[in-house]
Each structure stands twice: as C-alpha cells, then as structure tokens.
C-alpha cells in the first residue's frame, strides 16, 4: 500500500502508558544501582557524594551490616540445592507422566496445588511439624523442603511443555539400535531434553534464591539472603544496603546470561542457524 | 551368499483395548525379498511392521524370522532394524555418531566404531557429511543417514515405515529406486509400508495391500495391478474399471451379465460356478478400452456385448497417453486411458458420446468386496 498512514491518537496514549510503566519498573532500580557507588561520605539519598566502591567493602563486615556474607553463602548453596532436587525430580516425574497410570491424574492436581496454597503459611505449618517432630528447623532440611513445595510443580509445568515436543521415535530408535534403558536415557534423552533441563534448573534457582514467605519460618538460626536484606532495611542506614542490591542483581543476571547462553550454544549446535 | 530374513506371521492379532487393529494375519515374505505393505491409513500396516520390529507386542499370534519365533526378544534381539518415519535421527549427534550409535551402546572402542560408520557412510554415498548434525541436511541426505544407521546393525530384516514420505516429488522418485537398489546390493528382506500404490508397484517384489486390519492380497506387483483378487484392491490399486451386474446366462465357462442400464458384459466363469440371477463383478484395465465417437448420440444404444456409452466430461494429456473421463447415464465413472497415437488421430472432446468398448479376454473376474474406506479418490491415476 502506498498510501502513507497516519498513526491514531490512541497509539500516542498507548505509547506514553508503556514509557511511563517501564520508568516505573527500572528506575527506582536504576537509582539504587547507582546509590550502591555513593562516596563514604555520602547518604541514602541523591546527590552523590564522589563514587566509590565504598559500600561494597562494607558489606563483607560483619558487624556494620548484618552477616552479608554468611547469609549470601547460604542462599546460594540452598538455591543449587533446590535446583538439583527439583531437576532430578521433575525430569523423573515428566518422563512418567507421559504415560497414565493409576491414580497419575490424582498424583499431578496434588502436586500442582501447592502452587496455591499461601507461602507464609505453608512456612508456618512446615515450621510447626518440624517442632513437633522434634527437628531444629534449618535451611538444608526445613527450608529446602519449603521450597521445594514452590519449585517442584514449577518444574514439573515446564517439563510437560518440553516433553510435548519430544517424540517417542527416539527412544524407540535407541532400543531398536540395541540400547539398554540406561544408555537410552543417558545417550538419547537427557541429551536431547538439555535446554529443557537447563530451564527448569534456571527456575529451580531463581525461584529459590529470592524466596520469602516459604523460607521465614522455616530457615532456622541462619538468615537467607532475603531474610537477611528484609532485617536490614529496619536497621541499616547506609548505602551498603544498595551495594547489598547491586550485587544479588548481579547473582541473578550471571545464572540468567549462562542459562540463556548454553541453551543458544546448543541449539546452534544442533544446526538451528541453518533453519529458516 | 545364501539370502537371509524369511518373515513369518502366524495368525497374528493385535487389539488396542476394545478396537481391532490386526485381525488374524497370516503372511510369509521369503528370504531376500522387497515387500511393501500398501493400504490407505489405519489400515494396521504401521501396526503390523511394528510387531515385526519388536516396537508393538500381538495380542496373539506368532511372529518368526528365519523360522525363529521372535515375540519375547527385544527389537535388537530380533535382527530387524526400522527406519522411522521421520527417520528419528539423534538431532544431538554428528551423522557419524548417529551411524555408530548401535556400536556405541555394544561398547565398540571408538576409533574401531568410527572407521566402520565411516564405511558405511561411504557405502551411502554420505561421507562428506559425517560432521554435520541432522538439522542440517536435506530430506533425502537424512533419509541415507538414517538407512546408515539401520543398516550397521546387520539386519536380516530392515523394515522402513513410510520411508518417502517426507520427501518432495522427484526425490520420492528417486529415493526409491535407490532403496531398491540398497535391498539389491544387501541381499536382505525390506518391509515398507506406503499408502502410495504407484510406490509398491515400483520397488516391490511382494505387495501386501491391506484394509482394516486384514490382508485383502499378497501377490507380486504384477499380480495386484493386472489380477486383483476383490473389487476393493482392484479400485484402491487404481488403473481399473470396475462393473457388476446379474448373471443372466451361463455358457461355455463365462457367464454373461447384464447391469441396471441393460448393459451387457461376458465374465470368465472363475472358480465358482457362477449361478443365473447372482451379482458377479468384473474389472478392465483402462488401458484395455476402444473408444469410439457416436455421431448421433439418440442412436446410442449399447446393444453390443461389452461395451458401455457415456459422456466424456474430462480429457487428461499424461504426456504418452491421454485419461479420457466417461460419465455412464447412472453416473458412474468409467475411464479410458487412450494411447496418444490413437486418440490425436481420433480426438474426442468434453461433452462428446462415446461408446467404449472391449474384448472379452480383457475382463477380469473380482471377488466383492468393499471397504469402508473411500477409495473412490485414491486410484492411481487420478
């Protein structure tokens, strides 16, 4: 058509909206980024004071800012762990649901329930057992469980969408090529699932790693990362709380970039740059 | 070397819960032979060359190769090897591991396994390949991968299902005139399953045309498309012309009958008696029909035995020989395909009568039956 058009007014509306939305989601960010680099001298608010890398140091005492280090340590050994768990499980649990079996439709609303069910009080109920049975909560044990119940039907979802594009004549190629179940598995299918698995590991650790309700009243006498960011803006006032920011950012895009990354690398590897 | 991968099915039945995919199928492919299970789909043949595969289990019945009853080995066990339909090829792995992967999982030292599949990759004409992954080759270049791959198992049996059709026209031509040639040079039996009867005719030995579940013929490719045994493989083969119609007399070893219309055909008696006032049916290869234009279509009465009149509604150039479509007055097609010497001599044009006629020893004489499938848009020439 060669007839210039005109774009309507509602475009100009629209257009504005979604500015101001995304100055609503990145600029109080971008601001705390930027305070994280404030000069020692400087306070919680604008105008910089000089740039430093001040706060950063700060956070690694103790005793000015709250156990950052230990805490950090923590969550990111907790969210590895969680993806692990819920790696094994759901690869496990998708490969068998693709068949039915008895009760299989019973077993999947149970395990995709608790995507509903309120944080705070699973937390709560978690940390009630753990003291009837007699258990000292702690992050490896009641936490991790905790989450768990949050990552696990996750996971379990994103393996479902993976596996509908996963055709039953490869494993039945495998065996008709004379390989055992393992090697089937081993050779053939978790190679193929591989960018699958990766994403679901990817939500495994994310989800885990800036989890709250879940994690509250099940962590124990050690804080995870939020828990310990939660306690600290009541009692930090200095810009080491947005040094704090910066840094887990930067965590979460790392495990982001390198998720994202192998998947490419692997489908270009697979010959998807010669596809249209 | 003496031809190995005599299949035998005893008997074999195999139900899907309540539905009846295989019913009672007893079949043998001698060793060495190209055989192509051909009926329209669901007919069970997918189902049928997966039992013989190990892929599927029957329900009852026997399943041998080389007279060894195979039911209770796994696929490997069973020396058969399948070529998928979408050939299933490792997207993960390089051609040549795709090729080894069977010497792979047998523990074959790698250096020993890649100078094999390096062979047998060669042996395709796919050498040049062995780097890339799947993805990156056309239909027909995966399709010899994927035959690569089979074929390093040595098999007795390969067994292909639906091998071309994921290929475009010309390839299809030429992909399976290659596999004939495959089956040729390895000596070994070839089970395909095709819905496509100009494909079975042309590379097989042995067609097996099948519908809901049964065996309607086993016969050589000649065999189906010159005498077929029922008025459903004789229109689902296509290239022939099918009539009924009642007997009304019976002399010297053919029965004369006569249809709705007062047409009037002989039948060669066949090995029932034919009896006065029975149905009997009877088929003509299309290529067997005189035609002849009616200058005054008023004056056309088929009086002569064995012929028909009608209208042409279609004419169809096939390049050595022109399709000629006839409507009979009940509305019945009845096609002639003329050679093109004889019909440029002689043209007829749509809306034209024509009588077409043919000889006696033309006809020939079908069992009824008829399928529940709609095979009046799969002849072959269509």
Known sequence: ?276 | MAQVGGVELANVTKRFGDTLAIDRVSLIVPPGTYCCLLGPSGCGKTTLLRMIAGHEAPTSGDVRIDGQSVVDLPPAKRGTAMMFQSYALFPHLTCLDNVAFNLKVRGVAKAARRKQAHEMLERVQMDSFADRVPAELSGGQQQRIALARSLITNPKVLLLDEPLSALDEFLRLQMRGNLRQMQKEFGITFVHVTHTQMEAIAVADLVVVMDHGKIDQADSARGVFDTPRTTYVARFIGGQNVLGGKVVRVESGAALLEDARGNRFTVPAGDTAPTAGETRYLSIRRDRIEMEKLADPSAARGDAVNSVVGKVWMTEYQGSWVKVSITLPDGEEFVANIDDGTFFANPVREGDTVSARWSAAAVHSLEHRESGFDTSRVGMHA
């Open chain 1, 1 to 276: 058509m060669a007839q210039h058009r005109k774009r309507p007014w509602t475009f100009y509306v629209l257009a504005s909206f979604f500015t101001l939305f995304v100055l609503f989601l990145y600029g109080p960010m971008l601001a705390i980024y930027i305070l994280s680099f404030q000069g020692p001298t400087g306070g919680l608010t604008f105008p910089m004071n000089g740039v430093s890398l001040y706060w950063f140091t700060a956070l690694f005492e103790q005793q000015r800012t709250g156990d950052f280090a230990g805490s950090f340590t923590r969550s990111i050994l907790l969210a590895l762990l969680v993806m692990i768990c819920t790696v094994t499980f759901s690869v496990m649990a998708g490969l068998a649901f693709r068949r039915r079996f008895f009760g299989s439709t019973a077993i999947f609303y149970m395990a995709v329930a608790s995507l509903v069910m309120p944080g705070l009080f699973l937390s709560l109920g978690i940390g009630l057992i753990f003291r009837v049975i007699d258990v000292p909560t702690n992050w490896f044990a009641s936490a991790l469980g905790a989450q768990l119940t949050w990552t696990l039907p996750f996971g379990l979802l994103i393996m479902f969408a993976v596996l509908s594009r996963f055709s039953r004549s490869y494993e039945e190629a495998a065996r008709d090529l004379g390989a055992t179940n393992r090697q089937t598995l081993q050779y053939v299918v978790l190679p193929i699932l591989f960018p699958g698995l990766i994403a679901v590991a990817l939500f495994g650790f994310t989800l885990s790693y800036d989890e709250f309700p879940r994690t509250l009243l099940t962590v124990g006498p050690g804080n995870t990362l939020p828990l310990e960011i939660y306690a600290m803006t009541t009692t930090v006032t200095s810009p080491a709380l947005y040094a704090l920011g910066t840094v887990t950012t930067v965590v979460s895009f790392v495990a982001i970039i390198l998720s994202l990354g192998s998947i490419a690398i692997i489908q270009w590897r697979r010959g998807v740059r010669f596809r249209k």
